[in-house]
């Protein structure tokens, strides 16, 4: 037989609670019209509905940019775990 690789479920970890985070805050804050349906503070004469969203935009990125990192680092963190679990043949704690 075969010998298949060992599947296991994801885990939750605090890094993977902030990614998720980051990810989630622009739809929040996109999703709650009524926080910025309003045209005052303009700012330098454009309407706080328009600059608002512009600003998310700006924020959104940032925050993407985080996480992707965030999960880069978490993946990394991960296969060396594994491959050191592997090279001593027991599991990584």
């Known amino acids: 037989m075969s ?7 994801p885990v939750v970890t605090p890094v ?21 349906a309003k045209t005052d503070p303009a700012f330098i004469g454009i309407p706080f509905f328009y600059w608002y969203q512009m600003l998310w935009v700006l924020i959104s990125t940032a925050l993407t940019m985080t996480a992707y990192k965030l999960w880069q680092h978490d993946q990394r963190s991960r296969a060396a775990g594994d491959s050191s679990a592997s090279a001593t043949g027991g599991e990584a704690k």
């Open 3 to 9: 010998s298949s690789p060992e599947v296991r479920p």
């Open 16 to 36: 993977r609670v902030i990614i998720g985070l980051c990810l989630v805050a622009p739809f929040v804050a996109m999703l709650w019209v009524g926080s910025y």
